[in-house]
């Protein structure tokens, strides 16, 4: 299969530049797989489309500021850096070493030494590269890089196709009502239609929610270099389910209750961590985990019987996974439809829930 099966044309003008106005307003296309029929509705309404008894499982990662910008000490220019994840190393402290992807990637050398933030301040702080390949690098701070000094000096990292800066309102729209603990370079952004109001609606209707977490990694926003979609490969990502979240997927699947996974990151989640081993059919891995997993057409589902999700890139993963549930075909032709309709992509985008 090839990546060029996956593309089509999307006027610039629907690329989401800004969130809706409020959260939870964005509008909602449903498309049934089975009788290929679409309606359109609003993400409002969820409390009373989604079946009573469902459950709902989302992905609670919080996005860290891991967007930085640095000074070439050699030069002056100005590289962007994206921290992906601390990286541990024998005899140095947690938070020095990072894994990072950036944007100058040819540039930026062995040895090449970067000032973050005011050198002068109490907070600012000098980097050097100490290793990687291809759009990848370690970069070693000179003291420790925690969270709490991303708040304060990093940068939302919104997407390449949102051409503006950052601004402090993507501090809370660009994050889930539900984020717990810090680990994502990208929103769970299916996520980011929910408001703690649609939550208690959909409780009181008698739909249940759990919640994992799955670290979001490069592998969602990387290009398909391959030209067949077979030969490429995605990063790994860190995952968590717990006890709780496990046992309520189990008891539900035992149940006949429908699963609904909010997102695809909630999704890798989820069919990374079944079990299908002869011993442990049914079974939910506890604990954290890591998965590369690939889902494109072809694939077998194991667990979610719905998909709430935005809508995504042509040619990308996220594309190839939803083209896996519902069909290719379809897909397409229900984007063509909401292109027609003038529904806002990508991730300040609306949103759609395949059933």
Request: charged share 25%.
């Amino acid at each position: 299969m090839k990546a060029s099966d996956f593309n089509f044309e999307l006027p610039e003008n629907l690329i989401a530049q800004e969130p809706a106005k409020e959260r939870g307003m964005s509008r909602l296309l449903l498309m049934d797989r089975k009788t290929r029929r679409l309606e359109h509705r609003m993400t409002g309404d969820l409390s009373a489309i989604v079946e009573p008894g469902t459950l709902m499982v989302f992905n609670n990662s919080r996005v860290r500021k891991a967007r930085l910008f640095g000074i070439s000490e050699a030069g002056g220019a100005k590289v962007e850096f994206l921290l992906l994840a601390k990286v541990e190393e024998a005899g140095v402290e947690t938070g020095r070493l990072w894994r990072v992807m950036l944007n100058r990637a040819r540039r930026c050398r062995m040895g090449s030494r970067y000032i973050f933030a005011d050198r002068n301040s109490a907070n600012g702080l000098c980097a050097e590269i100490t290793g990687g390949e291809g759009e990848f690098r370690l970069l070693r701070f000179e003291r420790p890089v925690d969270d709490s000094w991303l708040e304060i000096h990093g940068h939302v990292p919104l997407p390449p196709y949102i051409r503006r800066e950052d601004s402090a309102g993507d501090e809370e729209r660009y994050q889930t009502v539900y984020a717990r603990d810090y680990g994502s370079a990208a929103a769970p952004t299916a996520g980011l239609h929910f408001t703690e109001e649609l939550l208690g609606e959909l409780a009181g209707a008698g739909i249940e929610s759990a919640f994992v977490t799955l670290h979001v990694g490069p592998g969602t926003f990387l290009p398909v270099r391959s030209e067949n979609i077979e030969d490429h490969r995605m990063h790994e990502e860190i995952y968590i389910i717990d006890e709780e979240t496990a046992g309520r997927i189990e008891k539900a699947r035992a149940e006949g209750r429908k699963i609904l996974a909010v997102g695809t990151t909630s999704m890798r989640a989820l069919e990374s961590a079944w079990e299908s081993s002869p011993g442990a059919q049914g079974r939910i891995k506890r604990g954290g985990g890591s998965t590369s997993i690939f889902i494109y057409p072809g694939y077998t589902f194991k667990l979610a019987d719905a998909l709430f999700t935005n809508f995504h890139t042509p040619g990308s993963t996220l594309l190839m996974l939803v083209s896996a549930f519902a069909g290719r075909d379809f897909i397409l032709e229900s984007y063509r439809e909401a292109i027609n309709r003038g529904y806002r992509f990508f991730s300040y985008g609306d949103a759609c829930l395949i059933f």
